[in-house]
């Protein structure tokens, strides 16, 4: 069982202002021993911020799809010239190759997760899809596994890399069905709020904020159970 907290990886600035600490990213047959470097198809996944009032420089990525999750704070973000307010708890997708600046309007940082998204050799051509900035308050509310509460942000259709994501919150004292997956594929579940064992196997780790769990495709099952009295609440982003 593998879990990182963003405070164990390295920081670099990416966008002219954006502080990242990439925890996870893909495997590199030639170098093994790097931590963190487990993802199958994604291409990283980190924690970033922005300080307050401050904005990033334009940058695009050719063959790739960037997708923010604002955690904390709020302000714009611009994409080739199609701007839109944003909030806690918006999911942005930002298409391939389009210039795109994300604006801090609040007086204190605002805190993000990134997703990185490789598009496939035959997808190269498609159009990209538009930006999408959709909040998790505007899903219905849909049950899975005995108790993940489950607010839907992206669908593999929004996203030429087939990227998901979605908030999964646990309410107190709540144990969640133990599954598996199927091989070839990422799942990660980012802790933003409350508490959690996390159950890979027969391995139990406590998963608070900050701390992330890749749940591997295997003949292992994985479950989150929720020990305390208040809701533990996940950012959930797969590809399979």
Known sequence: MIMRNWLESD?????????????????????????????NHLVSFARATIDAECYTSAASHDNLEEIFYVAKGGGSINVGGDQRSVRDGDVILVPPSRSHILVNEQ????ELLVVLGEIPPEKRKTEANKLVVRNWRQSPIEKGHWN????GLLKPADSLCGISAIIVEIEGM????????A???DELWYTLEGEALHCVGQEVRRQLPGYIVPAYPSEYTHAQINP?????KFFYVSLY
């Open 11 to 39: 920081l670099e600035v990416t966008h002219g202002n954006l502080v990242e600490w990439r925890i996870l990213t893909r495997a590199d047959p030639k170098d093994t021993g790097k931590p963190g470097a487990i993802l």
């Open 107 to 110: 007086k204190e940082p605002m």
């Open 148 to 151: 993940h509460l489950v607010r």
């Open 174 to 181: 709540k144990a969640c069905e133990p599954h598996s997956h």
């Open 183 to 185: 091989p070839g594929g």
């Open 228 to 232: 305390t009295d208040k809701p533990v």
